[in-house]
Protein backbone atom coordinates (compact mmCIF):
# COMPACT_ATOMS: atom_id res chain seq x y z
CA UNK A 1 0.00 0.00 0.00
CA UNK A 2 1.60 3.31 -1.04
CA UNK A 3 1.43 5.81 1.70
CA UNK A 4 0.52 9.64 0.63
CA UNK A 5 2.76 12.14 2.79
CA UNK A 6 0.80 15.06 3.53
CA UNK A 7 1.79 18.69 4.34
CA UNK A 8 -0.81 21.35 6.33
CA UNK A 9 -1.00 24.82 5.47
CA UNK A 10 -3.42 26.86 7.46
CA UNK A 11 -4.78 27.99 10.64
CA UNK A 12 -5.24 26.18 13.43
CA UNK A 13 -8.79 25.53 12.92
CA UNK A 14 -8.41 24.14 9.47
CA UNK A 15 -6.05 21.93 10.48
CA UNK A 16 -8.08 20.39 13.29
CA UNK A 17 -10.73 19.76 10.94
CA UNK A 18 -8.37 18.19 8.01
CA UNK A 19 -6.94 16.40 10.96
CA UNK A 20 -10.16 14.78 11.53
CA UNK A 21 -11.32 14.22 8.30
CA UNK A 22 -8.38 12.47 7.51
CA UNK A 23 -8.08 10.28 11.36
CA UNK A 24 -9.16 7.25 9.71
CA UNK A 25 -7.17 6.92 6.32
CA UNK A 26 -4.21 4.59 7.18
CA UNK A 27 -2.64 5.03 3.77
CA UNK A 28 -2.21 9.17 4.51
CA UNK A 29 0.52 10.43 6.91
CA UNK A 30 0.79 13.83 7.97
CA UNK A 31 3.93 14.89 8.27
CA UNK A 32 4.03 18.22 9.16
CA UNK A 33 2.09 21.57 10.23
CA UNK A 34 2.75 25.10 9.47
CA UNK A 35 0.24 28.02 11.06
CA UNK A 36 2.39 30.38 8.49
CA UNK A 37 4.48 30.27 4.95
CA UNK A 38 8.25 31.42 5.72
CA UNK A 39 11.13 30.57 3.50
CA UNK A 40 12.82 28.52 6.34
CA UNK A 41 9.48 26.33 5.92
CA UNK A 42 9.83 26.16 2.38
CA UNK A 43 12.91 24.18 3.28
CA UNK A 44 11.83 22.17 5.30
CA UNK A 45 8.51 21.29 3.18
CA UNK A 46 11.28 20.32 0.73
CA UNK A 47 13.43 18.25 2.34
CA UNK A 48 10.34 16.24 3.70
CA UNK A 49 8.86 15.63 0.71
CA UNK A 50 5.67 15.14 0.68
CA UNK A 51 3.40 13.72 -1.79
CA UNK A 52 0.42 16.66 -1.20
CA UNK A 53 0.19 20.26 0.54
CA UNK A 54 -3.55 21.13 1.88
CA UNK A 55 -3.49 24.73 1.56
CA UNK A 56 -5.74 26.67 3.95
CA UNK A 57 -6.74 29.39 1.15
CA UNK A 58 -8.83 31.24 3.82
CA UNK A 59 -5.77 31.72 6.23
CA UNK A 60 -5.26 34.96 8.37
CA UNK A 61 -1.67 33.86 7.93
CA UNK A 62 -1.28 32.69 4.79
CA UNK A 63 -1.22 34.24 1.27
CA UNK A 64 -2.48 31.58 -0.62
CA UNK A 65 -1.42 33.07 -4.28
CA UNK A 66 2.06 33.51 -2.83
CA UNK A 67 2.05 29.76 -1.27
CA UNK A 68 1.51 27.97 -4.30
CA UNK A 69 3.85 30.34 -6.35
CA UNK A 70 6.59 29.38 -4.23
CA UNK A 71 5.44 25.91 -3.60
CA UNK A 72 5.53 25.50 -7.31
CA UNK A 73 9.36 26.90 -6.76
CA UNK A 74 10.39 24.02 -4.85
CA UNK A 75 12.49 20.90 -5.85
CA UNK A 76 10.13 18.35 -4.48
CA UNK A 77 7.13 20.67 -6.24
CA UNK A 78 4.22 19.25 -4.07
CA UNK A 79 0.52 18.87 -5.44
CA UNK A 80 -1.93 21.35 -3.64
CA UNK A 81 -5.02 20.53 -2.60
CA UNK A 82 -6.56 24.21 -1.71
CA UNK A 83 -8.94 24.02 0.81
CA UNK A 84 -12.13 26.75 0.35
CA UNK A 85 -13.25 27.41 3.83
CA UNK A 86 -17.19 29.25 3.87
CA UNK A 87 -16.90 33.26 4.29
CA UNK A 88 -12.93 33.37 2.99
CA UNK A 89 -12.08 35.56 0.73
CA UNK A 90 -10.38 33.84 -2.24
CA UNK A 91 -9.47 34.85 -5.82
CA UNK A 92 -10.96 31.75 -7.99
CA UNK A 93 -9.72 32.23 -10.91
CA UNK A 94 -6.20 33.63 -9.91
CA UNK A 95 -5.57 30.05 -7.79
CA UNK A 96 -6.98 28.41 -10.78
CA UNK A 97 -4.40 29.57 -12.81
CA UNK A 98 -1.52 28.40 -10.34
CA UNK A 99 -3.30 24.86 -11.28
CA UNK A 100 -3.99 23.12 -7.81
CA UNK A 101 -4.19 19.49 -7.82
CA UNK A 102 -8.06 20.28 -6.66
CA UNK A 103 -10.60 22.33 -4.46
CA UNK A 104 -12.22 21.56 -1.73
CA UNK A 105 -14.68 22.29 0.51
CA UNK A 106 -16.17 19.82 2.63
CA UNK A 107 -14.55 16.76 4.47
CA UNK A 108 -16.24 13.88 2.07
CA UNK A 109 -14.30 16.34 -1.08
CA UNK A 110 -11.04 16.70 1.20
CA UNK A 111 -10.94 12.76 1.06
CA UNK A 112 -11.67 12.37 -2.17
CA UNK A 113 -9.26 14.81 -3.37
CA UNK A 114 -6.11 13.55 -1.06
CA UNK A 115 -7.05 9.71 -2.20
CA UNK A 116 -7.51 10.18 -5.91
CA UNK A 117 -4.62 12.55 -6.29
CA UNK A 118 -1.75 10.49 -8.54
CA UNK A 119 1.10 9.71 -6.61
CA UNK A 120 4.48 10.94 -8.21
CA UNK A 121 6.44 7.87 -10.49
CA UNK A 122 9.31 6.05 -8.30
CA UNK A 123 12.35 6.92 -9.29
CA UNK A 124 14.58 4.63 -10.35
CA UNK A 125 18.35 4.88 -11.53
CA UNK A 126 21.88 4.61 -10.47
CA UNK A 127 23.08 6.77 -7.38
CA UNK A 128 26.31 8.48 -8.12
Known amino acids: MNVRTVVLLGDDDIRSQVRASLKSERNVDIVAEFCALQPRHLGSIDEMNPDLVI ?3 SSRRINPLLAMSDLAKTASRPQVVAVLAEGGIVDFKAIARLNPASFVN ?4 LRRAVLAAPLPAPVHGVAA
Open 55 to 57: LDC
Open 106 to 109: SPAG
